[in-house]
């Protein structure tokens, strides 16, 4: 059983649609990433979260630390939203555990 | 700030050469992370320096693998008798350190090995 699970594997929607996607861990950590990654490679981080709620433009990102669990919503999808999105969990607050465990990623697709 | 960047983008080699990645931080950036991505996979850690010292490293990073950060900034990632199962993208982040810092990805290197 991986540390870091997200759900769905794949999600495909017409744009315009609101998205959600879910992720669950099963290890301390002391934060959370949500990523986004195109094809080609490039990582890029949306949302780095300890408690709460985050906002930026469509996205938001939010934690449950009781249920460890973390979503990341996107509203009036479009697609050039469409990529792999990926979250992980950073190490409990300790000298050189703050590595990430990644979960597996979520392509998401969104047809015009 | 022109980001990570990590030299060269791809590389193919045989089987039982010596391969080695460059990744360049963003200046000032204190922590840099190298993680290793197969297909359809997340990232998996691979090691991690804070400055120049290297502060932990993966059960997957064998014998073969060695990274440096001499002067705390550029770090190379060297792999010796490449094998196929070595054939991976090869990422790397730095971050600045200290909560609420955010990881910043360089484009990989992608290598096979055949």
């Known amino acids: 059983k991986n540390e870091v699970e997200q759900s769905p594997q794949n999600l495909t929607a017409q744009e315009g649609e609101f998205i959600t996607i879910n992720c669950s861990y099963s290890?301390?950590?002391?934060?959370l990433h949500w990523l986004q990654q195109h094809p080609g490679g490039g990582i890029v981080s949306l949302f780095m979260?300890?408690?709460g709620k985050k906002k930026h433009g469509r996205l938001i990102a939010t934690i449950n630390i009781q249920e460890k669990h973390s979503s990341l919503h996107i509203t009036a999808s479009h697609p050039r939203d469409s990529a792999v999105y990926i979250c992980a969990g950073e190490g409990p607050a300790r000298r050189g555990n703050e590595k990430l465990t990644f979960g597996t990623g979520t392509r998401l697709t969104i047809i015009p | 700030d022109t980001g990570v960047s990590q030299d060269p983008r791809h590389k193919i080699t045989k089987r039982g050469q010596n391969v080695t990645f460059r990744c360049d931080p963003i200046?000032?950036?204190?922590?840099l992370y190298w993680y290793r991505q197969t297909l359809g996979q997340g990232p998996e850690f691979l090691t991690y320096?804070?400055?120049?010292?290297?502060?932990?490293k993966s059960r997957l990073l064998s014998d073969r693998f060695s990274a440096e950060r001499p002067k705390g900034s550029f770090s190379t990632l060297e792999i010796q008798r490449t094998e196929q199962g070595d054939s991976a993208m090869y990422l790397c982040?730095?971050?600045?350190?200290?909560?609420?810092?955010?990881?910043?990805f360089g484009n990989g290197t992608r290598l096979t090995v055949t």
């Open positions: 320096f804070q400055n120049e010292a290297q502060l932990e």
């Open positions: 979260l300890s408690s």
């Open positions: 200046s000032e950036h204190n922590r």
């Open positions: 290890v301390g950590i002391s934060a």
């Open positions: 982040a730095s971050s600045a350190g200290g909560e609420g810092s955010p990881l910043h």
